[in-house]
């Protein structure tokens, strides 16, 4: 069945450092791909999507392109700051309507 | 625009207990779906309607979990009898049609605790 994978947290960084948080997925068909974000004590927000290959998906200064060669989705952000403390999910949506999610990163950001 | 609507935000209950969570998601979504977040099995898709109908409840964990949708604007999750492991983060979401690539917003969730 369809799955994602994200990289084990948590994720400790500086200010200002670089971030990339990987997500490979497995699906049969060609799944629409997201990444929602989820800061203390709220409900997942979406972060941004893609819907098909190459495309890229951006939002906030984060970036993620969808690469079907490599089946993933990486989440990237040049600079990043202490209000990005939150935790990270990498979803897809294939045939089905529902979102297949990942187990989640927690990003901490340190001044 | 008020977003999705849970309730309560805790619930602290004993074991044995009915449990009801609330939900009203936002005006004009027609796609409703129940997650449960736990730290061992993440975020999990417990039921999901389209226009008031359950179109899939296989993530029901058992009977003693149902839901109901009975109107546009409501739904409610509950649990009869409640279990110390039904202790989890539940959400609620909502989105515009049920077309890969909708995006689904969501509540703020309901904490429950079952002792």
């Known amino acids: 069945g369809d799955s994602v994978t994200q990289m084990e947290g948590p994720v400790t960084l500086s200010e200002e450092a670089f971030l990339t948080i990987n997500c490979t997925y497995t699906a049969t068909g060609y799944p629409s791909l997201f990444w929602y974000v989820q800061y203390p004590g709220e409900g997942l927000q979406l972060l941004l999507k893609?819907?098909?290959?190459?495309d890229k998906g951006s939002n906030k200064g984060f970036e993620a392109t969808y690469r079907k060669e490599t089946t993933s989705f990486h989440l990237e952000k040049g600079s990043v700051q202490v209000s990005d403390s939150a935790v990270y999910f990498c979803?897809?949506?294939?045939?089905?309507?529902?979102?297949?999610f990942g187990k989640g990163t927690s990003l901490l950001v340190t001044p | 625009d008020a977003g999705v609507i849970q309730s309560p935000r805790h619930e602290v209950t004993e074991m044995g207990q009915e449990v009801t969570l609330r939900c009203k998601p936002i005006s004009g979504h027609n796609s409703l779906f129940w997650y449960r977040q736990t730290m061992m099995r993440g975020l999990e898709l417990l039921i999901y309607f389209n226009n008031n109908v359950p179109i899939d409840d296989s993530g029901m964990p058992e009977d003693r979990f149902s839901a109901k949708m009975p109107n546009a604007s409501f739904s409610t999750l509950k649990i009869q009898p409640s279990e110390p492991r039904d202790s989890a983060v539940y959400f609620c979401a909502s989105s515009l049609g049920l077309a890969g690539g909708r995006e689904q917003y969501f509540g703020p969730g309901t904490r429950l605790t079952v002792t």
């Open positions: 979803a897809l949506s294939d045939s089905g309507y529902a979102l297949n």
């Open positions: 893609a819907t098909k290959a190459d």
